[in-house]
């Protein structure tokens, strides 16, 4: 079935103007290829799943290294910053990924409503994963791709096939880690909740103390398990919000080094430019240099 949708996603990445990543007609899901290996990225993910077609990618978060290759998926059920890279990919045999929205509601839901809903994982764990991606998935996958042939039946049904990849993610073996990320009862829940409050408020000083009261944990356990559920403690967290964001702004808007440092919180732009290059392996001047010199590549 992976040589179905990639041949899929080829057809269809030859077809559209522009470069990798390629925007759809569905909302939430992006289309990327690589002819070639590519330098590392940073970017913050939502939650999302990676389906790669051909190929193989690597991701960073926090500490924790994850490879995924043809047949399996990244799924991602908690916003966090990353580091990505395309490791396996030539000009005959692309690397290609089906990035899709998930949405962790529409997952709740469905697991209500099944007859035998997997009980979550009682361990703390880290809220990304590589799954395989085959069999009832793949099928639905490739369904996917093809409605973009018919993009009148795309609002009818997407939701559908979504739905039904949310059932076999929660019937399929990580069935206890996707529950327990979305059980309105579970202890990651109110994590999610705490992480959701940093995000919307990554430019403002936090206290761990507040964001461990909407946990309902102890300042201690919230840093431990807000760790293993991102792979970062949660002021790590914030800086690299901070900088991807500042980056964004750089990169985007051609705002000054210092106007983006402000933007995002810092109130030293020294500090802001040390803790920039420590990222991102270079200053933010430098690295801007680099980032359009590797687009101009591309």
């Not at 940073?42 to 790669?52: S, T």
């Not at 791709?145 to 993009?151: A, M």
Request: aromatic share 8%; hydrophobic share 45%; with cysteine.
């Amino acid at each position: 079935m992976s040589d179905e949708l990639a041949a899929a996603l080829v057809r269809y990445t030859e077809n559209q103007p522009g470069t990798s990543p390629y925007a759809t007609a569905v909302d939430g899901m992006l289309i990327l290829r690589s002819d070639h290996p590519r330098p590392p990225t940073f970017r913050a993910m939502g939650p999302a799943l990676c389906i790669v077609a051909q190929g193989a990618k690597w991701a960073s978060f926090g500490g924790e290294e994850l490879e995924y290759r043809a047949g399996q998926a990244l799924v991602v059920g908690v916003q966090t910053p990353s580091q990505g890279r395309v490791f396996m990919a030539s000009p005959d045999e692309p690397c290609l990924v089906l990035l899709l929205a998930l949405d962790l509601a529409m997952m709740r839901t469905v697991a209500m409503e099944m007859s035998s809903p997997p009980l979550p994982a009682a361990e703390a764990s880290q809220g990304v994963f590589v799954a395989d991606f085959d069999g009832p998935l793949a099928d639905c996958a490739l369904r996917i791709v093809r409605l973009l042939d018919t993009p009148h039946a795309i609002g009818f049904l997407y939701p559908l096939v979504m739905r039904e990849i949310c059932y076999w993610l929660l019937s399929g073996p990580k069935g206890p880690e996707i529950a327990r990320l979305v059980s309105t009862e579970s202890a990651s829940h109110r994590l999610l909740r705490a992480v959701e409050n940093l995000r919307a408020r990554f430019t403002e000083p936090v206290r761990v103390e507040d964001l461990a009261e909407i946990a309902q944990l102890s300042p201690s356990a919230f840093h431990r398990q807000f760790k293993a559920l991102t792979g970062l403690a949660p002021l790590q967290y914030q800086k690299q919000v901070r900088l991807l964001e500042a980056r964004r702004l750089l990169l985007s808007q051609s705002m000054s080094v210092q106007s983006a440092a402000f933007e995002v919180g810092y109130e030293s732009p020294s500090q802001f430019s040390r803790e920039y290059a420590r990222m991102f392996g270079a200053p933010p001047k430098r690295d801007l240099v680099n980032a359009k010199a590797i687009f101009e590549a591309a």
